[in-house]
């Protein structure tokens, strides 16, 4: 059974005060020898191998700590040893070499097989004086190296002086180990307070100005389509008469759209099935309520989309597992709905029983975070995105709700799930508009235009929802509500054929 987490001890070892062997001197031989000279330049070495390439034979003759002979591998090579790798490209060998150490209670590393490895050389960036050690258990080495490039890189090379100049410090202080510690974590503390006095200095600088430039803006916008609206409405007799043929069913969704996306930002979820079971409540026709919930998305989701991917929270192999299912299964539930458009008498209540459904979800997710919770990676990637965008379109929601609940709970990253989610997000929505435009002789334009302008007002302020307003307290009236206006539906619909 495999350990969870990363159960290996980091330790820093004396290589100039130890014997380590290395058998093979091949491309691998030679990548471990780079490795524990560039950490320890005196470390003393021997390589055994029958093969040597041209790298290793001049490292060998250029440092005279280091032994070289070009031999069949023996066990009693490892007599005198302290640390043994084993380097070769042979596993059989390699399983011998590593019996052989165990027997004479050496610890091994055999290049390339973490399950036969006592220790592993992992990736280390070193400024000076000051090293960091960087484990992936294992598990990626890739990974490793990246992060060695960034902390080597946000490192200063200065920091090699202060750590010096402390160390000189450290040599002036009396008294016991205590009161050393004591001296050295108050003159440390100067570092961090002088960085957040001038974090602090920043703030106060920028906050008057900032919040009023904003306040301007938003009040210029609104001043201006103010006198817009006044101006044509008392010197032009046909935007009066446009405005009076509006259909009022529009700025209930209007109000509706810019609600929904309220909440969405407030808890992450929802909009789809919010606004799907509004629109069946307002007699909207599955197909068209679909319709209107996945154009209102493809702008929200594009951005949000790009904005992880900038910030590198996309997993592109599982958003290249998710993308074709998922857009499959969307199209396809858009035109199944869609040609079901005339029987919406029909069809409405088993979306509303969806809706029902994904009600009753939200309202167990908000008692209990942890209900979905189960063991093992989802590995049928494909089968969950055909799944998820089939329902997402005839539903007129869910792809958050089933396709990253999913992924969350069989253990995958969160905020690498949520990012590819939201990617994958946008090219549904767009698909899936697509396909109901075209499939659709006739939709109900003023709810699609309601949804689409009125989540498009609350975007720019709908993150700062969550920072005020309980997520919990909105879940619970969230699942309330849709539940209630779906079991109306159904009741409704119950009543009519009674």
């Not at 069913?249 to 992450?268: E, Q, R, S």
Request: hydrophobic share 50%; charged share 15%.
């Amino acid at each position: 059974m495999e350990l969870e987490g990363n159960q290996l001890f980091p330790v820093f070892l004396k290589l100039n005060q130890l014997h380590t062997v290395i058998i093979g001197a091949g491309p691998v031989g030679l990548e471990k020898l780079t490795a524990v000279l560039a950490q320890s330049e005196q470390a003393r070495i021997t390589i055994i191998a029958e093969v040597v390439c041209e790298e290793v034979r001049r490292l060998a003759e250029d440092l005279s700590q280091i032994s070289l002979f070009t031999k069949s591998y023996e066990a009693t090579d490892l007599m005198h040893a302290d640390l043994v790798i084993a380097a070769t490209n042979n596993n059989v060998l390699n399983e011998e070499i590593k019996r052989d150490a165990h027997a004479l209670k050496l610890l091994v590393n055999v290049a390339d097989k973490p399950d036969l490895c006592d220790f592993y050389l992992g990736s280390v960036v070193k400024k000076g004086d000051l090293k960091i050690a960087i484990s992936t258990n294992g598990k990626s080495p890739t990974i490793a190296k990246r992060l060695k490039e960034l902390f080597t890189e946000a490192l200063p090379a200065e920091l090699d002086i202060t750590l010096q100049q402390m160390s000189q410090f450290r040599n002036t202080l009396e008294g016991d180990f205590s009161a050393k510690v004591k001296k050295l974590n108050e003159v440390s503390a100067v570092l961090v307070e002088a960085e957040q006095k001038a974090e602090l200095k920043a703030v106060k600088v920028s906050s008057p100005s900032y919040p009023k430039f904003r306040l301007l803006i938003w009040l210029t916008i609104i001043l201006s389509i103010a006198v817009l609206v006044t101006v044509f409405w008392n010197r032009e007799p046909e935007f009066q008469a446009f405005v009076a043929d509006i259909n009022p069913l529009f700025y209930w969704f209007l109000f509706g759209g810019f609600v929904f996306a309220m909440i969405d930002g407030a808890i992450g979820m929802s909009y789809g099935v919010t606004s799907t079971a509004f629109s069946l409540s307002m007699g909207i026709p599955p197909a068209s309520a679909s319709m209107g919930v996945h154009l209102s998305e493809v702008l929200s989701c594009g951005i949000a989309g790009w904005m992880h991917y900038r910030m590198g929270n996309i997993n592109w192999k599982l958003f290249k597992l998710l993308i074709i299912p998922g857009i499959i299964g969307a199209v396809s539930g858009a035109y199944l709905l869609s040609s079901l458009e005339h029987y919406s008498a029909y069809t409405k209540p088993f979306v509303s029983l969806y809706t029902l459904i994904l009600g009753w979800v939200i309202l167990k997710k908000a008692f209990n975070k942890t209900a979905l919770a189960k063991d093992g990676k989802i590995k049928k990637i494909g089968l969950l995105g055909l799944g998820g965008g089939f329902v997402d379109a005839v539903g007129g929601g869910g792809w958050g709700s089933i396709v990253l609940s999913s992924l969350i709970a069989g253990g995958r990253n969160a905020r690498f799930s949520l990012g590819t989610v939201k990617l994958t997000r946008f090219f549904i929505a767009l698909l899936s508009s697509l396909t109901f435009v075209t499939m659709l002789k006739s939709a109900h334009w003023e709810a699609v235009a309601g949804l689409v302008i009125g989540s498009a007002l609350a975007a720019p302020i709908a993150a700062k929802v969550s920072n005020r307003i309980s997520a919990k307290s909105i879940m619970v009236s969230v699942g309330i509500i849709v539940i209630g206006v779906s079991l109306r539906s159904i009741i409704l619909f119950i009543l009519k054929l009674i």
